[in-house]
Protein backbone atom coordinates (compact mmCIF):
# COMPACT_ATOMS: atom_id res chain seq x y z
CA UNK A 1 0.00 0.00 0.00
CA UNK A 2 1.47 3.30 -1.08
CA UNK A 3 0.75 6.39 1.03
CA UNK A 4 0.87 9.87 -0.34
CA UNK A 5 1.38 12.97 1.60
CA UNK A 6 1.47 16.52 -0.13
CA UNK A 7 2.54 19.72 1.05
CA UNK A 8 3.03 23.23 -0.02
CA UNK A 9 -0.45 24.91 -0.43
CA UNK A 10 -1.19 28.22 0.93
CA UNK A 11 -2.24 31.49 0.19
CA UNK A 12 -0.20 33.58 -2.40
CA UNK A 13 -1.19 36.57 -4.74
CA UNK A 14 -2.06 36.05 -8.20
CA UNK A 15 1.14 36.04 -10.34
CA UNK A 16 2.95 34.00 -7.45
CA UNK A 17 4.41 31.04 -7.64
CA UNK A 18 4.35 27.92 -5.15
CA UNK A 19 6.02 24.89 -4.81
CA UNK A 20 4.12 21.36 -3.97
CA UNK A 21 5.38 18.54 -2.97
CA UNK A 22 4.44 14.78 -2.88
CA UNK A 23 6.02 12.05 -0.59
CA UNK A 24 5.42 8.51 -1.17
CA UNK A 25 6.24 6.04 1.39
CA UNK A 26 5.20 1.91 1.10
CA UNK A 27 5.52 0.08 -2.16
CA UNK A 28 7.31 0.48 -4.98
CA UNK A 29 6.56 4.27 -5.88
CA UNK A 30 9.20 4.94 -8.18
CA UNK A 31 7.83 2.64 -10.54
CA UNK A 32 4.38 4.36 -10.58
CA UNK A 33 3.39 7.30 -13.15
CA UNK A 34 2.34 10.63 -10.88
CA UNK A 35 -0.10 13.01 -11.86
CA UNK A 36 -1.84 16.00 -9.91
CA UNK A 37 -5.19 16.54 -9.87
CA UNK A 38 -7.14 19.43 -8.14
CA UNK A 39 -10.83 20.34 -7.39
CA UNK A 40 -12.39 23.46 -7.08
CA UNK A 41 -15.89 23.76 -5.02
CA UNK A 42 -18.76 22.56 -6.77
CA UNK A 43 -16.25 21.08 -9.37
CA UNK A 44 -15.02 18.05 -10.22
CA UNK A 45 -11.74 16.84 -10.35
CA UNK A 46 -9.61 17.38 -12.98
CA UNK A 47 -6.16 16.55 -14.21
CA UNK A 48 -3.24 18.87 -14.04
CA UNK A 49 -0.21 17.25 -14.95
CA UNK A 50 1.55 13.81 -14.95
CA UNK A 51 4.90 12.17 -14.94
CA UNK A 52 6.45 8.87 -16.22
CA UNK A 53 8.39 7.09 -13.56
CA UNK A 54 11.41 7.63 -15.38
CA UNK A 55 10.54 11.39 -15.13
CA UNK A 56 11.82 11.86 -19.08
CA UNK A 57 7.60 11.67 -20.03
CA UNK A 58 5.45 15.22 -19.09
CA UNK A 59 2.24 15.82 -19.59
CA UNK A 60 -0.25 19.15 -18.57
CA UNK A 61 -3.76 20.37 -19.14
CA UNK A 62 -3.43 23.37 -21.61
CA UNK A 63 -4.38 25.64 -18.92
CA UNK A 64 -1.30 25.51 -17.10
CA UNK A 65 0.93 24.55 -19.77
CA UNK A 66 3.91 27.12 -19.92
CA UNK A 67 3.44 28.01 -16.13
CA UNK A 68 3.39 24.78 -13.76
CA UNK A 69 6.45 21.97 -14.10
CA UNK A 70 6.07 18.66 -12.78
CA UNK A 71 9.13 16.91 -11.91
CA UNK A 72 10.16 14.18 -9.15
CA UNK A 73 13.23 13.19 -7.75
CA UNK A 74 13.20 8.91 -7.15
CA UNK A 75 15.73 8.48 -4.62
CA UNK A 76 13.68 10.73 -2.68
CA UNK A 77 10.43 9.40 -3.75
CA UNK A 78 9.26 12.87 -4.17
CA UNK A 79 7.29 14.35 -7.01
CA UNK A 80 6.81 18.16 -7.19
CA UNK A 81 4.72 21.32 -8.84
CA UNK A 82 6.17 24.06 -9.22
CA UNK A 83 3.10 26.37 -10.15
CA UNK A 84 4.12 30.00 -11.56
CA UNK A 85 1.98 33.24 -12.58
CA UNK A 86 -0.78 31.81 -10.83
CA UNK A 87 -4.19 32.69 -11.32
CA UNK A 88 -7.30 32.88 -9.14
CA UNK A 89 -8.44 30.26 -11.38
CA UNK A 90 -6.00 28.09 -10.24
CA UNK A 91 -7.69 28.32 -6.24
CA UNK A 92 -8.44 24.25 -5.91
CA UNK A 93 -7.36 21.68 -3.32
CA UNK A 94 -4.63 19.87 -4.97
CA UNK A 95 -4.34 16.30 -4.98
CA UNK A 96 -1.27 13.99 -5.62
CA UNK A 97 -1.83 10.40 -7.31
CA UNK A 98 0.27 7.03 -8.22
CA UNK A 99 -0.96 5.44 -10.84
CA UNK A 100 0.67 1.72 -10.55
CA UNK A 101 -0.56 -0.07 -13.63
CA UNK A 102 0.48 2.19 -17.06
CA UNK A 103 3.39 2.82 -18.68
CA UNK A 104 2.10 5.78 -20.19
CA UNK A 105 0.28 8.69 -18.75
CA UNK A 106 -3.26 9.16 -17.97
CA UNK A 107 -5.53 11.78 -16.85
CA UNK A 108 -8.63 10.50 -15.69
CA UNK A 109 -8.86 10.15 -11.78
CA UNK A 110 -10.18 6.42 -12.60
CA UNK A 111 -7.01 5.57 -13.70
CA UNK A 112 -5.10 6.38 -10.74
CA UNK A 113 -4.73 3.90 -7.65
CA UNK A 114 -3.44 5.72 -4.59
CA UNK A 115 -4.08 9.46 -3.46
CA UNK A 116 -2.91 11.82 -0.88
CA UNK A 117 -5.13 14.09 1.23
CA UNK A 118 -4.93 17.17 -0.68
CA UNK A 119 -3.59 20.77 0.20
CA UNK A 120 -4.84 23.72 -0.33
CA UNK A 121 -4.23 26.42 -2.37
CA UNK A 122 -5.69 29.58 -2.81
CA UNK A 123 -4.59 32.74 -5.49
CA UNK A 124 -5.52 35.91 -4.12
CA UNK A 125 -6.37 38.67 -6.80
Known amino acids: QVQLVESGGGLVQAGGPLRLSCVAS????????MGWFRQAPGKEREFVAAITWTGLTTDYTNSVKGRFTISRVNAKNTVNLQMNSLTPKDTAVYYCAADRNSPVLRRSPTEYDYWGQGTQVTVSS
Open 26 to 33: GGTPSNYA
